[in-house]
């Protein structure tokens, strides 16, 4: 006669959660288990990514426990291959689709989602992301072109925000990007967006380009 291990099988979803195991530890692991599913349930009905120090609150947890929580659900689900992660993203945590499944996200989104940016649009928030704060006027300056509507446009869409103002004459109002620029790009802080070194041509083949350009046809 033989006996199965009443332990959690393979096809038991509970051993996939965080703190699992028998044993001595058997309690702390079922407690474990409730404090990953509650994070889970918090953040399944949340709209915006939800800090840490809230979770806490919420859990009465301290913030590292929930910090450590956090970590172990976003392994487990990119061992299983879920279709969804969870991320930290403009200084908290929210659940969204994994890159692995970028393609049929993109394509759901273009068929039935917002109108996309355009790429003036795209331009100068690109402008303002990295040079924050800054005026208006220096960003039409540093495009090149009146950037009085986008600019409004990605006020009222929620990308960018007025941060203070100019201490030079007239004082301007300074723009910078929002919490939702951060969660559309999926970054915890500005200081995650890409160096610009990486798309910036070295300074040789700018001075090469500004004489080729400048030279006069025939010379």
Not at 6 to 17: I, K, N, S
Not at 28 to 57: D, H, K, S
Not at 117 to 144: D, M
Not at 193 to 203: G, N
């Amino acid at each position: 006669m033989s006996f199965e291990d009443p332990g959690v099988t393979p096809e038991d979803p509970a051993g996939d959660l965080p703190g699992n195991g028998t044993g001595e530890g058997g309690g702390n692991a079922a407690e474990a288990r409730g404090e990953a599913a509650a994070i889970e349930a918090v953040l399944t009905v949340a709209t915006e990514p939800v800090p840490p120090g809230l979770l806490a609150e919420l859990l009465e947890l301290p913030v590292e426990r929930v910090e450590q929580l956090c970590a172990e659900l976003a392994a487990s689900y990119e061992a299983d291959g879920r279709g969804f992660a969870l991320a930290r993203v403009a200084g908290g945590y929210r659940f969204q689709s994994s890159e692995a499944y970028a393609a049929y996200v993109e394509r759901f989104v273009l068929d039935g989602g917002p109108q996309k940016l355009s790429p003036a649009a795209l331009e100068t928030l690109a402008v303002v992301a990295y040079k924050q704060p800054i005026s208006r006027a220096q960003v039409s300056a540093i495009r090149g072109v009146n950037v009085e509507s986008v600019m409004r446009m990605l006020v009222a869409r929620g990308y960018v925000q007025a941060v203070g103002r100019d201490e030079g004459p007239g004082q301007p109002i300074l723009f910078g990007t929002t919490s939702m620029f951060l969660e559309r790009l999926g970054l915890d802080s500005i200081e995650d967006l890409p160096p610009l070194a990486a798309f910036v041509p070295p300074a040789s083949t700018v001075e090469m380009l500004e004489n080729v350009l400048r030279s006069e046809p025939g010379e």
